[in-house]
């Protein structure tokens, strides 16, 4: 009986254990060395991120279609506790009449974005972001622009409010593309991602606010707002992404 107890509670402590982790999940291509730069600088973020959480960062690497929807499926997401991030960083083009890209690979592989939120939709996590920093047009090109990437320091209490505190929805869950229909995503003169320096300043700056959002209830001083003044200015205007924040229990959303 006392050993019966003993496994009981040893399971429960390793469940615990497992129960919250930061999920990263990344589609590479291997042709593509500047998105592997830019996999490599999310990563470390959140890497970075992940101590002041008390969580453990995972990452899963897929090089096409198939094994991406099939490691996003059979991964175990814990809903009361886990963060899960999808990151692309490549060749996008804008799918049909709808607002949300395909991820492109050189040697053909296609991934609809949706294809990936639709999954990821279903697991609830705590924290969901599915990001694709990929053209939204028919033909991608990459234009150069400069923009600074400033890294102000983070604070605990702040880093949790931001990620595990007080969610503006429950199970909240992020919808971003880095452009909007019909526009580029565009790369400095050292080849980085204008959006994704973007994105990482201004989620370092709202993990230092007092009271930081995600920007579902509130329009201004946000991830949301600052995020795309960021990329607006930085692009002169010519990209602006499409951050879309709901909760999973709603239906996908075209606004």
């Keep these: 009986m006392i050993r019966g107890l003993f496994c009981v509670l040893l399971l429960a402590v390793s469940g615990s254990g497992y129960a919250q982790q930061i999920h990263l999940f990344f589609l590479a291509d291997p042709a593509d060395t500047r998105g592997a730069k830019d996999r ?67 040697d053909g592989d296609e991934t609809p974005m949706r294809d990936v939120m639709e999954i990821l939709r279903s697991k609830k996590a705590h924290l969901t972001l599915v990001v694709a920093d990929c053209d939204n047009q028919p033909e991608p090109v990459y234009v150069s622009r400069l923009i600074p990437r400033p890294h102000p320091p983070a604070l605990r209490e702040s880093s949790q409010q931001l990620f595990l505190g007080k969610a503006e929805c429950k199970k909240m869950f992020v919808k971003i593309a880095s452009a909007s229909v019909g526009q580029r995503a565009m790369r400095d003169k050292n080849g980085n991602s204008v959006f994704l320096g973007a994105f990482l300043a201004a989620l370092k700056e709202q993990m230092s606010e007092g009271d930081p959002r995600w920007g579902l209830n509130r329009t201004t001083n946000t991830v949301k707002s600052s995020l795309t003044q960021k990329v607006v200015a930085q692009s002169d205007g010519l990209q602006k992404p499409r951050f879309v924040v709901d909760c999973p229990a709603d239906p996908d959303d075209e606004e």
């Design 40 to 106: 490599s600088e999310m990563e470390n973020f959140w890497r970075y991120v992940g101590p002041y959480l008390d969580y453990p960062v995972t990452t899963h690497t897929c090089s096409g279609r198939s094994k991406l929807l099939a490691d996003v499926r059979s991964t175990p997401v814990v809903a009361a506790k886990d963060i899960v991030v999808f990151y692309f960083s490549g060749r996008g083009e804008a799918d049909s009449d709808r607002s949300w890209p395909i991820m492109k690979l050189r």
